[in-house]
């Protein structure tokens, strides 16, 4: 039997052991998990290019020089059918004439200064001179000595030039000096200073197109005033000559430009303060005029408020 002296010994013993044991446990574990961190980052390094196979993101330089050509070929080749497919498509196109124009049957009426809400204060001068500089500008191509160049026609026929080449199409004269007291040849304001504006309408163009009959343009007017508004055109009965048809094109018609009509709105005291609402439509031919789809088909509506 163990003396008590001996005890004390064998459990010391036994604690050195277990303290031995759980030391090594420890260290053991750190390096796994050591080991585990490192294994992590070598991996996800590897993932991106591993140095042992030298693959880049999982490829060998072999595997990735097979797919740029692969699709260098591809997209070579999708390019030579969209190219071969517009040269197709570009055989079949007119350099004078669109291929399709069904949408467009009819003209446009549409008005210049380009504003369907014309503001004057006849008192001052910048209010309105944004109206005077755009006529201007717009009937620069109408002068006499730019339209002299042109052919000048036998009124009430259609110009035709169907024959021959479509280069260089003669263009009929449309000097702006016909369009009087709207011409801003003798009035540099076109009225507006004295709060009698002049607004230019004009068709749009369509290739080929001879209309019916003597078309004309008549404006009327709505005031909440009792004076009715008095209108002055300009060529006199607010014709579209025949001999301004049919329009072969831009690039073949490169000196045309469109016939105008110009509207003088005569407007007296009454009228001032007011909005007046004018509208205009092509009358006496086949073109459209009351389209409930399209309001600007043969037709066009604006504001004038006349300021004092």
Not at 165 to 189: E, H, I, P, W, Y
Not at 216 to 226: E, F, G, M, R, V
Request: aromatic share 10%.
């Amino acid at each position: 039997m163990a003396s008590n002296e001996e005890k004390p010994a064998a459990a010391a013993a036994a604690a050195t052991t277990t303290t031995t044991t759980t030391s090594t446990t420890a260290a053991a574990a750190a390096a796994a998990v050591s080991t585990a961190e490192k294994e992590k980052a070598s991996s996800w390094k590897d993932s991106i290019y591993n140095p042992r196979t030298g693959e880049l993101l999982g490829r060998t330089a072999g595997s990735w020089g097979l797919i740029l050509l692969f699709y260098l070929v591809f997209y070579c080749f999708l390019a030579g059918m969209f190219a071969l497919t517009m040269w197709v498509m570009l055989l079949t196109l007119d350099d004078y004439v669109p291929t399709y124009r069904d949408r467009v049957p009819h003209p446009g009426l549409v008005i210049r200064p380009k504003s369907l809400d014309i503001h004057v204060n006849i008192t001052d001068p910048k209010k309105y001179a944004q109206y005077v500089q755009h006529l201007e500008s717009f009937l620069q191509s109408y002068n006499d000595t730019e339209q002299e160049k042109n052919e000048l026609c036998v009124p009430g026929d259609f110009f035709d030039q169907d024959s021959g080449s479509m280069d260089n199409k003669k263009a009929c004269q449309f000097k702006r000096s016909v369009l009087s007291r709207c011409s801003g040849l003798s009035d540099t304001t076109f009225g507006y200073s004295e709060g009698k504006p002049c607004v230019l309408l004009k068709l749009n163009r369509i290739i080929g197109l001879k209309p019916l009959g003597h078309p004309y343009i008549n404006c009327t007017a709505k005031t909440l005033s009792d004076t009715p508004v008095q209108m002055q055109y300009f060529p006199r009965e607010a014709r579209i000559d025949k001999m301004y048809f049919p329009y072969y094109g831009k690039k073949a018609h490169e000196s045309y430009v469109q016939p105008l009509v110009a509207v003088k709105l005569l407007l007296t005291k009454e009228h001032y303060n007011n909005e007046l609402s004018i509208e205009c439509r092509v009358e006496g031919s086949n073109m459209r005029n009351n389209d409930d789809r399209d309001k600007f088909l043969g037709r066009v509506t604006f504001r004038v408020k006349v300021f004092e």
